[in-house]
C-alpha cells in the first residue's frame, strides 16, 4: 500500500477532517491516531509525505520524526509549537509549519507545496 499523505494526529475528528479535505482534492490518505501507530505504518509503507501533530500519547511526533531512518517531509499540524532545540534536531525533515485551526485552503496550499499542483490523483 501507498498513499500521497499520512494524517497522524490523536484527535478523530480533526484527522478525519483533514484526511476529507485531502481526499476531496484528490489525493489518497492513511490515517493513524498516534505515533506508535505511525511508525509502523512508516516502516512498512511509502508516503510522499507526513501530516503530523505534535503532542501525542505513546509516541509524540518529535520522538516520531527522529525514530524514522528516511522520513519524507513532514507537515507539522498542531496546536503547539516546537522549540528552538527541537527545531535544530529535526533539520530540514519538517519543511512546514501549521497552526491549528487551519483552513481548508491554507491545508492544501501546503499540501500542494509539498508534492506539486499535479500531484492529487
Do not use: C
Request: aromatic residues 4%; proline residues 4%; hydrophobic residues 45%.
Amino acid at each position: 500500500m501507498s498513499a500521497d499523505v499520512l494524517v497522524v494526529d490523536d484527535d478523530a475528528d480533526v484527522r478525519w477532517t483533514v484526511a476529507e479535505v485531502l481526499r476531496s482534492a484528490g489525493f489518497s490518505v492513511a490515517e493513524a491516531e498516534d505515533g506508535e501507530i505511525a511508525l509502523g505504518l512508516l516502516n512498512t509503507h511509502r508516503y510522499r509525505m507526513v501530516l503530523l501533530d505534535l503532542r501525542m500519547p505513546n509516541r509524540d511526533g518529535v520522538s516520531l520524526i527522529e525514530a524514522v531512518a528516511d522520513v519524507p517531509p513532514v507537515v507539522v499540524h498542531s496546536a503547539y509549537s516546537l522549540d528552538a532545540a527541537e527545531r535544530q534536531r529535526l533539520g530540514d525533515k519538517v519543511v512546514d509549519y501549521l497552526h491549528k485551526p487551519v483552513s481548508p485552503q491554507k491545508l492544501l496550499k501546503a499540501v500542494l507545496a509539498v508534492l506539486g499542483a499535479g500531484s492529487g490523483t
